[in-house]
């Protein structure tokens, strides 16, 4: 009796936290859910014709739904929502104007638990004339939000809690998107002045990217950029970071992921706590650090010498360093218990340990290469 007794509350604990959890899904993804039936189809609801003279910024609110850009054929913003379900007069939006401001806000919150009723499903369509140039502004709780325009805008922020951000090209003097657990991808990205993209956990992949200051950020997922150029700032807490082209001084830093940086020139700063950092076809100084990666720099092959000095430093793990034949620097290694190789020994004075070389490269340098590491061993080569 004990023993049933014990089971049942152990059955009962569970059915317990199961519908917490449900409760805590249907919460976020805007009060619907349904498990076995899918979505019904949706259909036109609501359309509004709504004039842009003298609006200048247009803000749209949403929880549940996806929003979707497309363009209109008239100078005027076409507003269509699509559900599922036969909506209340209040669970349609609101479209409100303030001086030169326009704003388009759903308070459309459905909840409710179904087995029965078919899942809901809404989106909202938006037609935007292709001349707007004002700011505009789109954020959803648990909807994505896509486009495939080619935006010329003053500014541009999209928000999304766990839903996906897709973009084709913009072009705005300030650029911010923010992801919580959804993806941000996009082709093209200009901005005069700055450009800022911040995701919790999903990834973020960009084919390019152009602004005075750039700043992206996520804490579990991946940073990947096809180009960046400008002042750039780079942070993953366990994702990986890889860019691939780009000019500007740079910023990148990993706790757990890796970085890889390919054809970058200015000054670069790279810093991963356990991950490893891989730098191809360099072309300017930097400050590299890993605690237990290992580093792998690879010099231009026609570069004869660096724009700035060059730092590595690696507490466990191997230095791997290419240089071209005619590189003139100023060079020193250091390392605890690995060895140093590499292939200008004659140019260099070592200890009698042979964990400490130095010495002068080439004619004439005006930078200084300087490598440390505590465990690991260090290997220069040529590319």
């Known amino acids: 009796m004990k023993k049933f007794t014990i089971a049942s509350i152990a059955i009962f604990t569970t059915i317990t936290i199961c ?7 249907v ?7 349904n498990v076995s039936f899918g979505f019904s189809e949706a259909k036109l609801v609501n359309e509004q014709n709504i004039s842009l003279d003298e609006i200048s910024s247009i803000s749209i609110e949403y929880h549940a739904d996806d929003v979707i850009f497309y363009t209109s054929d008239t100078n005027e913003l076409i507003l269509k929502e699509y559900m599922s379900f036969t909506p209340d007069k209040d669970q349609l939006a609101s479209v409100t104007k303030s001086g030169d401001i326009l704003t388009i806000k759903s308070d459309n919150i459905r909840f409710y638990i179904g087995f029965i009723r078919p899942a809901t499903y809404s989106r909202t369509e938006v037609y935007l004339p292709s001349d707007y140039a004002g700011n505009l502004s789109v954020s959803t709780s648990s909807g994505d939000i896509d486009s495939d325009l080619i935006m010329q805008l003053a500014s541009f922020k999209a928000s999304s809690t766990s839903g996906d951000i897709k973009t084709n090209e913009v ?3 300030e650029i911010k998107l923010s992801s919580a657990s959804g993806n941000i991808t996009s082709k093209l990205f200009q901005s005069l002045a700055k450009f800022e993209a911040s995701s919790t956990s999903g990834d973020i992949k960009i084919d390019e990217i152009s602004a005075d200051h750039i700043n992206i950020s996520t804490s579990s997922g991946s940073i990947i950029l096809q180009k960046a150029e400008g002042k750039r700032q780079f942070t993953s807490t366990s994702g990986d970071i890889k860019i691939l082209n780009g000019n500007g001084d740079s910023t990148a830093s990993s706790t757990s992921g890796n970085i890889t940086i390919k054809n970058n020139s200015g000054q670069l700063k790279a810093t991963s706590s356990s991950g490893d950092i891989k730098i191809t076809a360099l072309s300017g100084g930097g400050d590299f650090k890993t605690t237990s990666g290992n580093i792998n720099l690879e010099f231009l092959e026609d570069i004869q010498t660096a724009v700035e000095d060059i730092s590595i430093t690696a507490s466990s793990g191997d230095i791997t360093l290419k240089l071209p034949s005619m590189l003139s620097c100023d060079f020193s290694a250091d390392t605890s218990s690995g060895d140093i190789r590499t292939f200008f020994d004659d140019m260099l004075s070592f200890n009698k340990k042979g964990n400490h070389a130095a010495g002068t490269i080439g004619d004439n340098p005006d930078t200084t290469i300087q490598i440390n590491t505590s465990s690991g061993n260090i290997h220069l080569g040529k590319n």
């Open 27 to 33: 919460i976020n993804r805007g009060g619907s859910y």
């Open 19 to 25: 519908l917490i959890a449900l409760l805590i899904h």
């Open 171 to 173: 072009n705005a003097d």
